[in-house]
């Protein structure tokens, strides 16, 4: 395919010239005015190359160039004149109205040189707007899949049991309060966070997280405030914390309960004066971050025990969210088997399907991992499995689980939410064991049924003294 070039002269003697001079390597139009030039180029967008005489009458090559940028930006500009013009030449030159020029009178094969160059520019300029644009789309598409992953219609149970919840969801999303979510283990508590996130004025900005159960306390404070070079072994170069990149979006910081002291003195002041310094730095950062915190454990207890502080727990809990276990909504069971079944049999490549048997075997079960803990067992056995999944491919203890079931039960409902988190945070040593007999004793395979990383199970198991 040939390129369209525009040659814009007064002289007709020049167009005519011009014409014949490049009309077998290009798709030469001509214009003998400024003002023809410019309505040409409204009605070919595909001119990849603008070359003008600089002095024409009423409108010169320099100012025709410069209207022609804003009529078609990407196409090159290249002006033909005589070294009297040079100080306005130069000057379009800085504007970038001007790529190029020829001094007159030119010779078809230098000139035609001067225009490949010009026009490999041009190619690579339109090669960059399309992966320009070719990103914005897939940015725009990525956008779209996020907003509807996490959007309310899309969490299974939002018209059922979770009906509160997500009434509760809706209200928080449209202002910039500080969210506490609680809830156990593998409940959800990071979905909720993403649908506030999603819902808000800050869905366009980022959504970053950070699990503060995961890291040692100087690794975590590094993460949360960034360093500056040389503030530790090791700090080999500056870093942003996880507060700048999420400048302008919302911080999610999930097992806040596992915060250390020292750490928690910090995120009070971020909170309070929405300012901070990088370890190692002197700079104060003003930041603009909505924080969604969650935690299973019972953070009263926790200030009561002197392990948590007060302020920061107000600062935080402005707006408490309760996420109910899997045992409390076992309606919405069987949809959410049916959802994991399509999506790890989709995964696997595998057509599968569910035996009534095996149905009712997880409906008995009390599922104390959760949602999370389903995931898993339903992956688990899909991956294993053939045709119908029969209960001897789930791996459940279903006796062990019942003795929590009912000192869950037990608790007067009139009793106080702090007496209930108290009483499912006992539980958490029993979720550990039952995860580990499932397991086999296999740590690594514990860590993978939990979704936690390996040195967070080891910590875990050493603070329930389950090993």
């Known amino acids: ?28 139009l001509t214009a003998s005015s400024g003002e023809e030039g410019l309505t040409l180029l409204k009605k070919h967008p595909e001119i990849a190359l603008i070359v003008a005489d600089q002095r024409m009458p009423h409108m010169k090559g320099t100012e025709f160039l410069e209207r022609a940028m804003a009529v078609h930006p990407h196409a090159q500009r290249m002006i033909l004149t005589a070294f009297t013009d040079l100080d306005a030449l130069l000057a379009a030159i800085q504007k970038g109205h001007v790529y190029d020029y020829v001094v007159k009178p030119w010779e078809p094969a230098a000139l035609k040189e001067r225009m490949d160059k010009a026009l490999a520019v041009y190619d690579e300029r339109i090669e960059r707007v399309k992966q320009l644009v070719a990103a914005r789309a897939q940015n725009e598409s990525l956008k779209e899949m996020v907003r509807a992953d996490y959007d309310f219609s899309h969490i299974i149970g939002a018209q059922g049991a979770l009906a509160p919840l997500m009434a509760q969801v809706k209200k928080v999303a449209a202002t910039e309060a500080s969210v506490l979510i609680r ?5 959800g508590k990071e979905l909720i966070a993403h649908a506030i996130h999603g819902a808000s004025a800050r869905a366009e900005g ?41 400048d302008g979006g919302t911080l999610f910081l999930d097992e806040i309960g596992d915060l250390p002291a020292a750490v928690q003195v910090k995120l009070l002041r971020v909170l309070q004066e929405r300012a901070f310094e990088r370890v190692g730095g002197n700079e104060t950062r003003a930041v603009d971050v909505r924080i969604i915190a969650a935690t299973h454990q019972p953070l009263e207890r926790l200030i009561k025990e002197g392990r948590f502080r007060e302020d920061l727990f107000y600062r935080l809990n402005v707006v408490p969210l309760e996420v109910p276990p899997l045992r409390a909504r076992k309606d919405d069971l069987p949809e959410l088997v049916d959802h994991f079944l399509r999506k790890y049999a989709a995964e696997s490549g595998k057509q599968m399907t569910m035996s009534a048997e095996a149905r009712a075997l997880l409906a008995q079960y009390e599922w104390p991992g959760n949602v999370r803990e389903l995931k898993n067992v339903i992956e688990r056995a899909v991956i294993m499995g053939e045709g119908e999944l029969a209960p001897a491919d789930f791996s459940l203890d279903i006796s062990a689980l019942s003795e929590a079931s009912a000192r869950l039960t037990m608790i007067d409902a009139s009793e106080k939410t702090l007496s209930v988190l108290e009483a499912i945070h006992d539980e958490k040593a029993r979720t550990l064991a039952a995860a580990l007999r499932t397991a086999s004793g296999n740590l690594s395979e514990t860590a993978r049924i939990l979704d936690i990383p390996r040195s967070t199970l080891i910590y875990r198991l050493k603070k329930y003294r389950v090993m």
């Open 1 to 28: 395919m040939k390129y369209t070039l525009l040659y814009v002269d007064d002289d007709a003697a020049n167009l005519d010239t011009f014409r014949r001079a490049f009309r077998f390597e290009y798709e030469v």
């Open 183 to 187: 809830g156990e283990s593998g409940t």
């Open 206 to 246: 980022p959504l970053v997280k950070l699990n503060c159960a995961a890291l040692a306390e100087g690794v975590l404070e590094s993460e949360l405030f960034g360093h500056e070079k040389g503030a530790f072994t090791g700090a080999v170069g500056t870093k942003k914390g996880r507060f700048e990149i999420a």
